[in-house]
């Protein structure tokens, strides 16, 4: 019995070692032998007391429950050795641990995703999974009785206490890392997902939020100031980070956007409030921040503690429809855009996809909107409209089937987003030039902006839910009003700005007891820019003026970036910079994350 043990447990240790061994190498390719070890220290004690855990569990137990320990090691063991591998592959994608609430989004959301998983299920990844399955079974009743005799002299009853005494040292080895290195990359991957819920829950200390004022948005309307009832477009643009973060490309990216710039009122660095798409599309539409949880509950009826643009403006006789190249049923997009306001959605499941290609596992080609959109246009042409768009060409996975790609970089991966971001760029031409065929473009304004960035690995991060780098932030941030020139607004500004700005160039004046930030016509400071990682207590950041601040939740030491001079981030300035100021500026972005998950809460309750 004792060397079936052996053998069953051992594997699945190793495995843990040589997997982190691989993304070392992967991600700190000039890693010297004290960080991999400082990197690899977790797995190593990890599997010595997972190993010692069970051994110890078999020798204490007696008879009939001895047997049942014996087999629970075996499906323990696959169960921890399945995890290994499937963490190892998000955390090679993504730059990311896997988490509870990672898991769940992918089981609540497996439908949509199966085209994904696919899609990432390579021979090696297959090969990975049934060395974690089936090592467990075969190996130990083909090697375990060799080991047994092996085992010539085993211990005595005095061993117990010491191998407790040794387990629970190698349980705190195992949760332990070096300062010097992220604890997210280091701890083994068991032991960061049973150490996720606790550093979450320390994350935010109640003590910083100001006490809760109760959300009444029926408080909240627009007063009408000039009568001029202007069209508003929002065209948002999904992963599409501004091309100033980008390397550089052998020839423009976007060249309609750049072109619009000069006549665009627009901030000098424009920003997500949180990357993913639905607490993006919340932030814009909504002028408050997202719910900052993971269950997608924008999309819940009723959630929503504030009116949104389209209902607003309803009220004050538009007409209002949504777009989207996407499937509907990802992020149960109908039950979010009916929280908004739109009177009419209009998901790319509704729309013909005969002459459009796919472009990644989840829509289609952005033009498959303008038909339907021109259609829609005409039919409320007669009356003032909202109208908004969500492109999806360029998400993750880059499919781009059927596409004659633009050679912008020599990165393959890399090129072929960007020539998403390219199409998305000319999508924005394509509709303006629709606007401007049906006479309607003199009296529209155009708000044109992106859900979040994409990471490519520049700080060791891919794609952009936890990507708290100005990459993974940083959004064009474009308001076209053909009646005014454009403006230049000094500093940062997020998309909460929009919907302050858009009624305000409507002509209307937003009233309310509720806070929003300045409207960006009116030289109004817009104070401390916040942004937060979609996982709780993962990352935040501040921007205020030229200077950022990066809070890791004690995952590793805080950095501070001064974007005027650095804004690819790549000189951290945190060991010069006034400790003091920069947990100041931490404790804004705790604060703000505090208030808003209160705010919720408090709604929420109320109803």
């Not at 665009?264 to 719910?291: D, F, M, Q």
């Not at 499941?349 to 796919?358: A, V």
């Not at 817009?526 to 990352?539: I, K, M, N, S």
Request: glycine share 8%; charged share 20%.
């Amino acid at each position: 019995m004792w060397g079936r043990l052996i053998v069953l447990l051992l594997p699945v240790a190793v495995l843990g070692v040589w997997l982190k061994l691989l993304r070392i190498g992967n991600f700190f390719p000039a890693a010297g032998p004290v960080e991999v070890l400082a990197k690899v220290a977790s797995d190593l004690a990890f599997g010595a007391a997972w190993m010692l855990l069970w051994m110890l569990a078999c020798w204490f137990a007696k008879g009939t429950v001895r047997t049942v320990v014996f087999y629970l090691a075996h499906l323990a063991t696959i169960v921890v050795g399945v995890f290994t591998v499937i963490n190892h592959e998000y955390v090679s994608r993504t730059g990311n641990p896997l988490t509870w609430d990672e898991m769940a989004y992918a089981w609540r959301q497996q439908g949509e995703l199966s085209s994904l998983l696919q899609s990432q299920m390579s021979s090696s990844v297959i090969a990975l999974l049934a060395f974690a399955v089936l090592a467990p079974i075969v190996v130990p009743p083909l090697l375990g009785p060799l080991v047994s005799r092996l085992l010539r002299k085993r211990p005595g009853r005095k061993a117990k206490a010491a191998a407790v005494a040794v387990l629970a040292l190698l349980l705190v080895l195992s949760s332990w890392s070096a300062p010097t290195v992220s604890a997210a990359f280091s701890l083994a991957a068991p032991v960061q997902l049973a150490v996720t819920p606790v550093r979450e829950a320390m994350a935010y200390p109640e003590g910083l939020a100001d006490p809760t004022v109760l959300p009444t948005p029926d408080a909240t309307k627009l007063v009408d100031r000039d009568g001029k009832h202007k069209n508003l477009v929002v065209i948002t643009l999904e992963s599409h980070r501004a091309t100033s973060t980008l390397p550089e490309t052998r020839q423009s990216v976007t060249p309609v956007m750049d072109a619009l710039a000069q006549s665009a009122i627009r901030p000098e660095r424009g920003y997500a409030v949180l990357p993913h798409t639905s607490k993006a599309l919340t932030a814009v539409t909504c002028g408050i921040s997202p719910a900052l949880d993971s269950e997608n509950s924008e999309a819940d009826p009723g959630s929503l503690p504030a009116k949104c643009l389209p209902e607003l403006l309803g009220e004050q006789g538009y007409s209002s429809a949504f777009f989207q190249s996407a499937t509907e049923n990802f992020e149960r997009r109908r039950g979010t855009v009916a929280n908004f306001g739109y009177q009419d959605f209009t998901p790319v499941d509704e729309m013909s996809p005969i002459g459009f290609r796919r472009v990644n596992y989840f829509g289609y080609e952005d033009d498959i909107m303008l038909d339907p959109a021109r259609k829609w246009l005409v039919a409320h042409s007669g009356q003032p409209f909202m109208l908004g768009m969500l492109t999806v060409t360029g998400h993750h996975d880059y499919a781009l089937e059927g596409f004659d790609l633009i050679d912008f970089v020599d990165d393959p991966l890399l090129n072929k987003y960007l020539n998403g971001i390219h199409y998305q760029d000319q999508f924005v031409g394509h509709v303006l030039d629709m606007f401007k065929e049906l006479g309607l473009y003199d009296n529209t304004v155009f708000v044109i902006t992106g859900d979040h960035g994409e990471g490519f690995g520049e700080h060791r991060v891919f794609q952009h839910d936890n990507t708290i780098y100005d990459e993974g932030l940083r959004i064009p941030y474009l308001i076209i009003d053909p009646s005014k020139e454009g403006k230049l607004i000094e500093g940062p500004a997020n998309q909460l700005a929009v919907l302050p700005t858009a009624v305000d160039l409507l002509g209307f004046d937003l009233v309310s007891d509720t806070q929003y930030k300045p409207s960006l016509m009116s030289d109004e400071p817009q104070g401390p820019v916040v942004a937060t990682c979609y996982a709780r207590g993962r990352c935040a950041a501040t921007m205020d003026g030229d200077m950022k601040v990066i809070h890791h939740f004690g995952d590793r030491r805080d950095e501070v970036y001064d974007l005027s001079v650095d804004p690819y981030e790549t000189n951290d300035l945190a060991a010069g910079t006034d400790s003091g100021w920069v947990s100041e500026q931490s404790d804004i972005a705790l604060k703000w994350y505090l208030e808003a998950e209160n705010a919720y809460a408090a709604y929420h309750e109320s109803k």
